[in-house]
């Protein structure tokens, strides 16, 4: 099972207009304000169905929720790359995050319940590192096939239909999992089910102490670098024309020769780190303490590029995203790990989908600041346009390292989610 695990993250991440997304948008001539707004419709929505679409994955069953999952992905990549009005993008967005709801925290809790299964739960952080290494493999993979795709186009449109074929490859991927993954489902399960287990368990996740530290630290870290991440698309594109390489080849050849070196190094290096994640727990003494020595190391990078950016050192402000990612993937499954500890086999889809719909509420409200804030800055100055968004995600991270942690924030059992059963307040 954990060659079709990582097999599903190695597909899921074909996503080969990735490295390409915010130059795609400019491409089609929109702002950084109204890309932020793209953005924040997408985690909007994905807000809005993401919490009961991990009801239905722990009650209706959980392949059944990944099949349309993919669907939708499949749906929104066709529209994306058919789209010229800005009206459409908003429908390739909602595709994208029905796909996104029905996705994040399912598959998740599938592997978890494998672990439990297989008696190596001990394993969680190890096996969930493992699987997503092989993500950020597939992302290095895609960059390679994504770059050749523009160097012969010179059109993003297409990176967008040709990331339709491993898509469907995936669909048949999961008509291969054991019916066992699917979860505890109830048999007659109706919509009132499903709205009585999700307010249970979004009540219960509040109740907890140590879960709500949990969503705060997810809606800083994650949800604002999910906001973050893109910029390093048009910085490096700067980088690009600063440098002269390629000078022959024109602005879009030069922007993703660049674009396609320096995410495949990203995510090379976040698949070691994703692996690595057990060991830093290990050497730190614990999750928590492995979580805090992150959140101290992701701040001294915000602040880093701070200088870099405003100076315009784009080829210097570039290692310090590529920081940023290798510290995320190491802090993610150190973060799952966290959470998997307050849910039972029953809640298992649903906690983990509070929190990324938490994270998506970060990114929908971080992401028109940021848009907001660059197009003045490249309209009055001063100093190069993207040094607002390492300002503002830095004082997110400030913020957090300055709250002080009640107790260890280790769960305990009788702290767990129960959906309706109680929970440790």
Known sequence: MIRRFSFYGFLKNQRYFEPFIILFFLQRGLSFTQIGFLIAFRELFINLMEVPSGAVADLFGRRRCMILSFTAYIASFAVFGVSRDYWQFFVAMFFFAVGEAFRTGTHKAMIFTWLRLEGRLDEKTMVYGYTRSWSKIGSAVSTVVAVAIVLLTQDYAWVFFLAIAPYVVG????????????????AGVGIRDVVVHLRACLRDSLAVRGLRRLIVESMSFEGVYKAVQDYLQPVVRNMALLIPLFIGLGEVRRSALMIGLVYVVL???S?????SAHRLIAHAGGEERGSRLLWRVVFVSYLALVPLLFFELYYV??????????VQNLWRPVLISRFDAYAGEAEGATVLSIESQAKSVSTMVVAPVLGVAVDFVRAQGPGGEFWPVATIAGVIAALILLT????NGEARPEAKVSCGGGTER
Do not use: D, H, W
């Not at 698949?271 to 692996?275: E, H, L, M, V």
């Not at 402000?317 to 290798?326: D, E, H, R, S, T």
């Not at 002080?404 to 107790?407: C, N, R, W």
């Open 171 to 186: 669909l048949v991927n999961f008509m291969t999992y054991p019916a066992e993954l699917e979860g505890q489902r109830g």
């Open 267 to 269: 995510y090379l290096a």
């Open 271 to 275: 698949a070691y780190a994703s692996r």
């Open 317 to 326: 402000a570039v290692a310090g995203f590529v920081i940023l990612a290798i």
């Open 404 to 407: 002080p942690l009640k107790g």
